[in-house]
């Protein structure tokens, strides 16, 4: 009995972590994709222009993190934390965005065209010069965000400015 649950905690402590080899990657090349970084502290790190495509960064905690005009094409980044970072230019097209917490982020023509939104908080985000399409914000919140020259095209729940 004590074997057996030893071993599937083990299991889904495995589960959860991600690859070292692949933060390894990140920090050196700037280029990760494919990758597993779910659950990584990238805090604070600079990971500009990083090419992120395809990536599981789910549960990842990116707060702070200057991730300017970094490519999340298709990239998981569900429970993420974002807080605080600097995303301006990056682009989201097609990533699996559920229950990310963008609050405080400086996203100056960041691109979540194509993006899967769901239950994120994009409150005191500064994303003037973004663009959202075909997108469903309904259940995201905007509060005090900062929406000046924002671009809605095909968007579900579009925040009151």
């Known amino acids: 009995m004590k074997k057996s649950t030893i071993s599937l905690l083990l299991l889904v402590t495995l589960g959860t972590a991600y690859d070292p080899k692949d933060l390894i990657e990140l920090q050196t090349e700037h280029e990760c994709q494919m990758c597993d970084l779910s659950g990584a502290d990238l805090r604070n790190l600079d990971l500009t222009r990083a090419n992120l495509s395809e990536s599981n960064l789910s549960g990842a905690n990116l707060s702070g993190a200057d991730i300017r005009k970094v490519n999340f094409s298709n990239v998981d980044l569900s429970d993420a934390n974002l807080s605080g970072a600097v995303i301006k230019g990056a682009k989201f097209p097609e990533a699996k965005l559920y229950r990310v917490d ?60």
Do not use: Q, Y
């Open 102 to 161: 963008f609050s405080h982020v400086r996203g100056w023509a960041a691109n979540f065209i194509d993006a899967k939104i769901d239950h994120c908080n994009f409150n005191s985000a500064a994303l003037g010069g973004a663009k959202f399409g075909n997108n469903d914000l309904s259940n995201s919140t905007f509060k005090n965000a900062i929406l000046w020259k924002t671009i809605f095209k095909n968007v579900k729940g579009i925040p009151e400015k």
